[in-house]
């Protein structure tokens, strides 16, 4: 079965980059029919997707936070990454990676991370 784990620092100052790492295992980021995707949900709001990466290495990203937000993958390492530049406290929140299967839509998610942004 596969697991999800996110890592990466809990605080952050305002207009930094966060970068956060997820680290699959039981089963490859090299496989297809899969997207592998980053989730957040700020405190007492809705859950807010941020963008995807496909093993071929294409991305999507969710239009309000493109220009922000980066996603690449590391096959050797089985690993996908999240890079989230200009922080702001609004940035503040849990932030899950998660695997959904292209013809299911089945998800598969990681325990989340809780990343505050603050001086």
């Known amino acids: 079965q596969v697991q999800l784990v996110e890592s990466g620092p809990g605080l952050v100052k305002p207009s930094q980059t966060l970068p956060l790492t997820c680290t699959v295992s039981?089963?490859?980021?090299?496989?297809?029919?899969?997207?592998w995707n980053w989730i957040r949900q700020p405190p007492g709001k809705e859950l807010d997707w941020m963008g995807s990466?496909?093993?071929?290495?294409?991305?999507y990203f969710s239009p309000p936070l493109e220009r922000r937000t980066s996603i690449s993958m590391d096959t050797s390492k089985n690993q996908f990454t999240l890079q989230l530049s200009s922080v702001t406290p609004e940035d503040t929140a849990v932030y899950y990676c998660v695997r959904f299967d292209a013809a299911t839509l089945a998800g598969s998610w990681g325990q989340g991370t809780f990343v505050t942004v603050s001086s």
């Open positions: 039981g089963g490859s980021i090299a496989t297809d029919s899969y997207y």
């Open positions: 990466i496909t093993n071929c290495g294409s991305t």
